[in-house]
């Protein structure tokens, strides 16, 4: 799936007290296909950051979240005229929006570097967990999946917001608790509007991290000893060769 969402986030009203309430409304556009077949709109009022009002675009009405927002909600589905210019934003604000940035966003992304890594071995009482982190990428938008044998994790999974790296790139890290399996297959797959396809990046759990560390060390090790031997026994028989005996 080409994976491309777009939050468009308009501030319609902001009104200030001098007790420091304020009361804000919000306008999202949500997508991701490239034809903008599923686009939704999404209008929330707050009060002091709570929600108390939304407008769906795939509910068709508005719906409320506090009494305050029931009334709301009831007051403006009656006004006829009102609720139909509400389901027209989709085609008037969102497609008309995302028809004209696209294209621009489409030029500028930039693919992520994506690693998998053990950040904890199972026990046997408690289970492992994996890391998958997705690193300079943009734009913000991204979509982690974690995967066994191909087959989507639904559960056991937590994962960060996208951060911001401070120049203009951001990173997301997703964890995965999992009990370990023979001949299991986990990988994580990421999807962003830099790639038409989905990257995968398989983890190999031949091995646990650490057991590979340990082997690369000792290889490492073993190499570096037998240099030092080598060069040992090549210094003792020049040394050997240029000695004289005498007999007493």
């Known amino acids: 799936m080409f994976l491309k969402i777009h939050l468009y986030l ?8 001098s007790a420091g309430y ?3 409304a919000l306008e999202e556009c949500i997508y991701s296909s490239s034809d903008y ?3 939704v709109l ?4 707050y009060f002091n950051k709570y929600l108390y009002t939304q407008f769906n675009s795939t509910v068709g009405e508005f719906v409320g979240f506090t009494e305050y927002g029931v009334r709301n909600a009831e007051f403006w589905n009656k006004n006829t005229a009102l609720l139909q210019q509400a389901r027209a934003e989709v085609d008037r604000f969102c497609k008309h929006n995302a028809q004209v940035s696209d294209p621009a966003v489409r030029d500028k992304t930039v693919k992520p570097d994506i690693k998998v890594s053990s ?5 046997g009482k408690h289970p492992a967990v994996l890391m998958c982190s997705a690193y300079n990428f943009y734009p913000q938008q991204i979509k982690v999946t974690w995967l066994k044998n191909n087959v989507p994790v639904t559960s056991d999974v937590t994962s960060t917001e996208e951060m911001a ?3 203009w790139y951001y990173q997301i890290h997703s964890h995965l608790e999992y009990t370990p399996k023979s001949g299991e297959k986990i990988s994580c797959m990421v999807e962003h509007a830099s790639s038409t396809k989905p ?3 398989d983890w190999e759990s031949s091995l646990p ?3 590979r560390n340990k082997i690369v060390i000792g290889a490492s090790a073993l190499v570096l000893g037998t240099i030092i031997a080598a060069a040992g026994l090549i210094y003792y028989k020049k040394k050997s060769a240029g000695r004289i005996l005498v007999p007493h």
């Open 10 to 17: 308009v501030l319609l009203k902001l009104t200030l007290y």
């Open 22 to 24: 304020y009361e804000m």
């Open 37 to 39: 077949s599923d686009m």
């Open 42 to 45: 999404i209008t929330g009022w």
């Open 119 to 123: 950040v904890k071995e199972s026990d």
């Open 165 to 167: 790296d401070g120049d």
């Open 199 to 201: 990257m995968i990046v």
């Open 209 to 211: 991290e650490s057991e």
